[in-house]
């Protein structure tokens, strides 16, 4: 698969932070998580991708062209869901809609009223009048009812209940499904365990890894085991260890050399939330 967006070196100072010298790409038709704790990063990288904010070094490519030369170009293909929403409370749907609609040159009317209809939003409501849950799902109906290539959220599904993020993970699926890509930051990683194809993890300004999913998943594994199996060779293998009276349980990433090493344990499949936390503390 070829990559639909690259970044490479993205470099900004703000206060005491520093994104240093980020580096990743997104490919087609892919769900890329974009993980790690409040502060690691994420909201910046993605208002330095929309130009919110200037960056101080780096380039970002869409489709092969730098998004700074051809920045019409870019943001019209692109859809945007932000946590924060930014509509204007007292507009109706529709008036908001039409604000928005005038920025496309691919907006779909049909395209969006299907969207409208499927997720059962009055378009004579007001903004300010919507559940969390239902001002959501207006988001993600304006950011794609233009055919946009790439979908780009900010914690979507933060402060929403269970079910309508189980919705909302449905919907993308299906985005994805016609070809498009999402590049979805969040630090609910049970999200993503469900929808995400690759992972970046980002912690201080760094990016730590950038993977498939089901790779990370299958080279890291949860270890228990006694105390009497570790030794300094063995201890060498985990990310992180921890030991008690009663035995120890660790994360590695390489169960292959545990299984060669440590004959009496017993390895769980990690969460996303384990791989990144031990990533984290380590």
């Keep these: 698969m070829k990559p639909i967006l690259e970044v490479n070196e993205l470099t900004k100072q703000l206060g005491s932070f520093k994104l ?14 974009f993980i790690g704790v409040n502060g690691a990063g994420k909201t910046t990288t993605i208002k330095l991708l929309l130009g919110l904010i200037q960056k101080d070094a780096g380039e970002i490519k869409f489709f092969g062209k730098s998004i700074q030369n051809n920045e019409h170009e870019f943001k019209n293909r692109i859809g945007i869901v932000l946590d924060d929403g930014y509509f204007y409370d007292d507009l109706t ?40 849950g239902m001002r959501m799902k207006y988001a993600i109906a304006l950011a794609i009812s233009h055919h946009a290539d790439l979908l780009i959220m900010d914690e979507p599904t933060s402060g929403l209940d269970p079910q309508v993020r189980l919705e909302l993970m449905d919907i993308l699926l299906e985005y994805v499904g016609e070809g498009k890509s999402v590049f979805l930051s969040s630090h609910i990683t049970s999200d993503l365990d469900k929808v995400a194809d690759m992972l970046i993890l980002i912690h201080g300004g760094r990016i730590i ?61 990690p969460s996303i939330e384990d791989i990144m936390l031990s990533y984290i503390k380590r």
């Design 93 to 132: 749907l529709l008036e908001m809609k039409n604000v928005i609609a005038a920025s496309y040159s691919n907006w779909d009317n049909r395209l969006f009223k299907r969207n409208i209809d499927r997720f059962g939003l009055p378009l004579n409501q007001r903004i300010g009048t919507l559940s969390k």
């Design 209 to 269: 890894f950038s993977e498939e999913k089901d790779l990370l998943l299958d080279k890291h594994g949860l270890v228990k085991g006694d105390n009497k199996e570790l030794n300094e060779q063995s201890k060498a293998l985990f990310l992180t260890l921890d030991e008690t009276d009663y035995g120890f349980s660790g994360l590695t990433a390489d169960k292959a050399a545990v299984r060669r090493q440590m004959k009496n344990v017993y390895i769980e499949r």
């Design 20 to 33: 240093d010298n980020v580096s990743f790409s997104l490919t087609e038709g892919c769900i890329t998580g």
